[in-house]
């Protein structure tokens, strides 16, 4: 028996990294999977957002500035001769 | 005692411990960027952010012989890094409070609103504009989409570019960014919904 209404795509929407986190309580979570069997704009909008966090993976930082990483090393080198 | 560290955190620690500079070296090339990016959340300039990096290292130097892997070498270079910021933030008395920076409470929309119906529609709170394929999918290996999530973090407020950076960038834990941050886990949920909604609203406008 489910009381609950069901959630519209705009609350959808907000629960995509809660349940990629796997922190929905399990009621919210099969409910939030009901609806993504009958909404093509939902089911698209978790796959977009793990699209994403897969391409955001492949982002590289790059080094820090190659000034600071001397001045860190300088202070690394005093440090070892100090100790 | 340091039976939970990673074989690799071990290394570097004893490397560092002995002065090795190509374990300084691993360690830049894993966290330095990382390093940068946390202190840039608390301070108002990357100058006085490349000087908290300088003055947090001179604390994990003098910290290092103590590391005793209670936690992952990386949370507790982080958390020295977040630390040192947040008391440097407070000196330069600019900063403005960690939890009013893009605030996680504040009710912004992961999407624009009008793309849903509206109360008066038969179905309030559905996809009025619904999210399109994203073809080709080259377009999403190419270099350009890096590009444009890059420049959509930078815009990012700092908190929100801190998380996401950690989280999908670097590939922190939830429970690591809290610990670095001294975040709660749903502060830090949402505000890596936010961040992460922005970015995908980007590469919606790239994949046009």
């Given amino acids: 028996m489910r009381l609950a209404r069901e959630l519209a795509c705009k609350e959808i929407v907000e629960l995509v990294t809660a349940y990629l986190e796997d922190v929905l309580p399990i009621d919210d979570r099969e409910r939030f999977e009901e609806h993504l069997v009958f909404c093509d704009g939902c089911d698209r909008y978790l796959e977009q957002m793990r699209v994403t966090i897969a391409t955001t993976e492949r982002v590289d930082l790059g080094e820090l500035p190659p000034e600071l990483e001397e001045r860190l090393l300088e202070a690394f080198r005093d440090w070892r001769s100090s100790s | ?208």
């Fill in chain 2, 1 to 208: 005692m340091r039976q939970e560290l990673s074989s690799q955190d071990v290394r570097l620690v004893d490397g560092l411990r002995a002065g090795d500079e190509l374990a300084f070296a691993e360690l830049m090339c894993l966290y330095g960027a990382g390093m940068l990016r946390v202190a840039e959340m608390y301070v108002p300039s990357r100058a006085i952010a490349e000087e908290v990096v300088q003055e947090a290292w001179l604390g994990v130097l003098k910290g290092i012989g103590k590391f005793e892997g209670r936690s992952s070498l990386k949370t507790w270079l982080f958390r020295i890094v977040a630390n040192t910021a947040k008391t440097r933030g407070v000196r330069e008395a600019r900063s403005v409070p960690f939890s009013s920076l893009g605030d996680a409470r504040a009710g912004e929309p992961a999407v624009d609103p009008d793309r849903f119906l509206g109360d008066g529609e038969r179905f309030p709170g559905h996809w009025a504009v619904p999210p399109q394929n994203w073809a080709p999918e080259r377009k999403l290996l190419a270099k350009e989409a890096l590009d444009v999530i890059e420049r959509e973090i930078a815009r990012l407020p700092p908190v929100q570019r801190a998380v996401i950076t950690m989280r999908d960038v670097q590939g922190f834990s939830s429970e690591e960014v809290c610990n670095a941050l001294d975040v709660s886990e749903t502060n830090q949920r949402v505000l890596l919904h936010r961040a992460r909604a922005k970015v995908r609203g980007a590469l919606e406008e790239y994949m046009k």
